[in-house]
Every structure is written in C-alpha cells, then in structure tokens.
C-alpha cells in the first residue's frame, strides 16, 4: 500500500515539472494508414493538461513541460488519445505513483499499458517522460531545472543559439512574468524566428516582443494574460500565434493588424464576441476558438477565404450566419456542443468540408444543400450528427450505417426535390473589392452580386477537395457543379441538361470495394494474425479456453455471410478424439479462426467482382460486422 500524501518519498508539489518528451511504436487508431492522430493527456488529482495533438504518426515528439501541484494526489497518469472529430479514441496511459517520482534523473521510458480500462483496440508502446524537481540543490547530474529562473534562461538561450542556430527559443515552464533581457542582449535579437512562453507567469501580453524583429511563432498558452494590446502593429510579421488557456475576454480592434496570420489558437478563455476585424485576416488558416461564450459569430467571419480548419465547439452559438458559408476553403469544422437549432440554407457553398461535427445541438433537420459537401462522404471523413433530436428517421438510421451512407442519402434527398438549390447570396463585411466582383482564381466564390451576373468561364467553379468523390468522366470536376453554377446565374437547367449521378455513384461504389479491400488485408488479417499467434503461444486451459470465447463472438457475422454469399469453401479439420484436451481445444479454435478467415476472402472477392452496387453495400455491412467485433479484442 502506498504511503499517505505526507510521506517524505513523495515529490515535493513546489517546482514539480513533468515534462512529456515523446513516444513510440503507439497503438494504430487507423489501420488504414497505420497511424493515429496523438496526443497525451497528464492527468493527476482533478486536472488535466493537454499537449498538442499530431497527424498521422504512431512515434509522436511533443517535448512539453507541465507545472504539477500534486497536492493530495497519489497518483499521476499520463494517456494517450487519438483525436477524432467525431469522439477521441482511448490509446493506453501510463501510471506512476506520486510517492515514487524519479525526480531530476533524465527521461525515462516507460511502458504503455490499458490502465484496467476496457479498450477496443491492442494497446502498445513506450512513452519517454521526464520529472523535474526545481527546489532540490544540483546533484552529480546537472539539470537545467536544477537551477533558479536567471539561471534557466541562460542556459536555454546558450543552448539556443549553440545547438539551435539561434531560430528557436524555448522558455516554457520556468515561472518568468516576463521575456528575459538577457534575450535582447544577444545574437538572437536579430534570428530569433520561434520562442515558446507557455506556462509562465505573464499577466499582461509581452510588448516587449517588438525587439525581436524576425518572429514569427509565439507560443503563450497556460499563462494569465487577460487582455491584448490595442496596437498589434510591431507584430505584423507573426504567422502563428497560441493563446489558450490565458484569461482573455476581448478581441481589440488591433486584431487586424496580425496581416499574417495564419494559425491563431484562443481556445479556453473567456471571450464573449469575436471582433468582427476578424475578417481582414485574409491568410487566416487555421483559428481554434473553443470553450469560449461567444454566443454569436459576427458575418465578417466570412470574409476569412483561406480559413481551412475551423473550431468553434463549446461556445454557446444559437444561430450561424449565412455570411459564413462563404469559407468555401474549410476543410475541417467543428460546432459540436453549441445550441444550434438550424444551419444555414447556403451550407452546401463550403463544397471542401471532410469533417463536419455537429453533435450536441439541437438539430432537427439538415439543409438539402448539405447534400453537395461530398467530401463528408468518405470513408475516414465524417458528418457526425449525435445526440441531436433530428425528426427524419432514415437519415438516423443512415448516420450509424456511416457517414457514407448518410451523405448518399442526403445526396439522394436533394435531386429527389429538384436537384441542387439556389444558394442565397449574402454581402460579406470586409470582403475584398475582388472577392465582390466574384474572384478569379478557382477558389474565390462570389461574395455579392448587386447586378445581374453574366455567363463566366467554368473554370472558375470551385474545386472540390482531392479527397472527395470525383467523376471519372472529368477528375477535377464536382458532379453537380454545373447545375449549381448555372442555378446560381439564374440559368433554367432542363433536365436533359442536368448531370447524371451515375458517375458519382459509380465512383462511390469504387471507394466502398476499395474500403473493404483494405479494412479485410491491412486490419482484420493482422489482427487474425495476431490472434493466431497468441493462441500458438497458450500453454494453460484457462487461455485457451479464453480465446475459445473470444471467438465464438464471431459465429453471428459468419452465419450472416452465409445467408447473403455465394457457396464458398470451407471444411474444418477432423479432431483426433485420443489427443490430449489442450491440444484438442487448440484445433477447435484454430478452425475458427479458419473459417473466420475463409469468410473475409469470400467477402473480399465478392465485393470485388459483383456488378451490383446492393450487392456491395451489403458486403460493407458485412464487413462492418466483423469489425465491430475485431474492435472488441
């Protein structure tokens, strides 16, 4: 039994830092890439801090400190996540006990475990961590948090500018209320191109960043700054700035001054309107404003054209203006936990989305225009709709048969009623004379059109993503784009005119016999592989009579192919009734997993050579039987 919160071996909470370096081999969220999207999260008493989530890597490199207040806590937990739009997936943790904390010893590896939690998928990995104790005197092995603030900071600009080149300046978790002078007395005044703040003790914004004229990156997240200044200008050059979890309530008007904004991070503050000067940030890519009570959106945000990945969950939004569709670049949205009762008509002009949650509102039907977001059809996109009182059942029903299901129905739904509807026009705040006249490149959507539009080039209609279904007639064209283009014009399109779906439907098909193809050879065979392995490696009745269990889950999804397949070959191997229980065993489960095996590549064939597109959505649902029971292993 662990020792009680005043027990001398425990960590002293004064100048506790964790810092989380980074891990390897992490178990595989996606198998059809073979990554995940990770990030960890400490976790110790009743907090949580998070470190910044990366794409499609299974050895992520965060290196990030944490300031640790044990308090009465006996244990610290650092898990892994993957990130999902729709809901983040549970990838293992590791436990250490806060009385036997190795304190300013190096980074350690340690190994990725369940945690006693139930988890779908095989856990696996090491995560390299290292604890940081400030207030203890230097030891043989000399640590940077061994020394006070001054002291840090020296070493960490000696090291920046010797091993750095003098481009990247990390001050984060030192306890400074402001950027050292020691920064400015050196040569990193004049090549200092990133420096992260985050986790200090600055309560006002750092104005005496100007002196660093080459800055671009700044990171002040987890710090006490309650408001920005009301001149941005000597900041004009900064592409990416990170704000989360200060104490920030309002957005000045200086706002417009960040010309070069590209990546602009607020999350967790407390702002109640965004500034509507938010619409002169014309390379604005990417703002994360979550867990903020905004309330309303100001119709300039739709003056924000290379806005690609948008977060706005958690800010009690009742309503979403038709001025923000003109975002037609969004590739990412997310409005989950909002109130929204209803979405804009025009949605159907933001034609580039691939992920679109809108869990936790009060939905109660989705716009037929929605049905020209294609994107949000493919598999390992998603339109998530949960928890959300929606009045039509099919499009329910279709939404837990999978996004891809869903967008089919919603695609179907809208020609049913006459095709692509006219998308209403709105007159965007801060929109650019350009951007008025309609644009010329092939992502700029007419904002405003005051006078009759005349015919223009098709060239000049939206692309829709490279990820979402395309015809083969055309690659780079949208199905319906020339029915929405000319509707827009106030053209009658007759129906002769109109394009068939065939082309998009076939396409579909295609994607749906290419996602089982891989989900069966990438996912189940290595699984099935693994399964083999383990049985192989079972020395004991109770293991094996385990995996008997294990794979009885099985026998309703068999039995479910061989009503909708074709006769396919299978015969299990005689048992020898004179071999000894465990061996006998061993053989039935091996037969199992046989037949489990023999059923994938009949499914597998199947999907691949059947002309009918039903034939195909029913091997998906197959296939999606298996999986749910994969993912119970």
């Not at 037949?595 to 029913?618: F, N, R």
Request: glycine share 6%; net charge neutral.
């Amino acid at each position: 039994m662990f020792g009680s919160p005043k027990d001398d071996r425990k960590a002293s909470s004064s100048g506790l830092i964790c810092k989380i370096i980074e891990a390897r081999d992490i178990t595989i969220a996606d198998p059809s890439s073979g990554t995940s999207d990770p990030y960890a999260l400490l976790v110790f008493g009743n907090k949580k801090l998070k470190t910044k989530s990366y794409k499609k890597t299974i050895n992520p490199y965060w290196d990030e400190a944490f300031p640790v207040d044990l308090g009465n806590a006996q244990f610290v937990a650092i898990e892994l996540w993957n990130q999902n739009m729709a809901r983040d997936e549970y990838l293992g943790q590791v436990t250490l006990s806060a009385f036997d904390l190795k304190t300013n010893e190096g980074p350690t590896w340690y190994r990725v475990d369940n945690g006693g939690k139930k988890m779908k998928l095989a856990v696996s990995g090491d995560l390299l961590i290292e604890f940081l104790q400030q207030d203890n005197k230097p030891q043989k092995r000399i640590s940077v948090s061994n020394l006070n603030p001054s002291d840090q900071v020296k070493v960490r600009v000696d090291d920046a500018i010797k091993m750095g080149n003098g481009l990247d300046l990390d001050l984060s978790a030192i306890n400074i209320p402001k950027v050292p002078s020691i920064v400015f007395e050196t040569n990193l005044k004049n090549t200092l191109t990133k420096i992260n703040l985050e986790f200090n003790g600055f309560t006002s914004f750092p104005m005496e960043l100007e002196g660093l004229p080459h800055l671009t990156v700044v990171n002040l997240t987890g710090n006490s700054i309650t408001s920005l200044p009301s001149v941005m200008a000597p900041f004009r050059n900064w592409t990416e700035l990170y704000l989360n979890g200060n104490q920030i309530t309002v957005l000045p008007d200086s706002i417009q001054e960040f010309v070069k904004l590209e990546k602009f991070h607020i999350s967790n503050n407390g702002l109640t309107a965004i500034n509507p000067n938010i619409g002169r940030l014309k390379k604005l890519e990417e703002f994360l404003c979550s867990g903020n009570p905004l309330g309303v959106l100001p119709a300039s945000i739709g003056a924000c054209q290379a806005m690609e990945i948008l977060d706005l969950s958690g800010c009690e939004l009742t309503s979403i203006p038709g001025e923000f569709t003109y975002m037609t670049r969004c590739l990412e949205l997310n409005l989950a936990t909002n109130f929204l009762t209803e979405l804009p008509q025009s949605i159907g002009r933001m034609h580039r989305l691939c992920i679109l949650n809108l869990s936790d509102n009060q939905l109660s039907d989705l716009p037929l225009s929605i049905g020209l977001c294609i994107g949000l059809g493919n598999l390992g996109s998603g339109l998530n709709v949960e928890r959300n009182p929606l009045h039509d059942q099919t499009m329910k029903d279709k939404w837990r048969l999978g996004p891809d299901q869903l967008l089919d129905y919603l695609e179907k739904r809208m020609m049913t009623a006459g095709g692509a509807p006219k998308l209403e026009e709105f007159d965007v705040p801060m929109a650019t004379p350009k951007e008025k006249r309609g644009g010329s490149g092939t992502n700029s959507p007419v904002i405003q059109r005051k006078a009759a539009p005349q015919p223009a080039s098709l060239t000049s209609i939206p692309q829709f993503a490279s990820k979402a279904p395309i015809s083969p007639a055309n690659p780079n064209r949208n199905p319906f784009a020339d029915v929405v283009k000319q509707q827009q014009m106030g053209v009658h399109v007759p129906a002769a005119a109109a394009p068939a779906p065939v082309a998009a439907m076939d396409d579909k098909i295609n994607t749906l016999k290419k996602w089982i193809g891989q989900t069966i050879s990438n996912d189940f065979r290595v699984k099935l592989s693994k399964i083999q392995s383990q049985l192989d490696a079972c020395t004991q009745m109770e293991e094996v009579l385990k995996k008997a269990t294990d794979m009885k889950k099985f026998k309703p999804a068999i039995e479910q192919a061989k009503t909708q397949l074709p006769p396919y070959d299978f015969q299990k191997a005689a048992l020898n009734p004179n071999e000894p229980k465990l061996v006998l065993l061993k053989k039935a489960v091996d037969g199992v997993i046989s037949e489990v095996s023999a059923t994938l590549k009949a499914i597998q064939q199947y999907a691949e050579t059947t002309p009918h597109s039903k034939d195909v959505i029913s091997m998906v649902q197959l296939t999606k039987s298996f999986k749910t029971t994969f993912d119970e292993f």
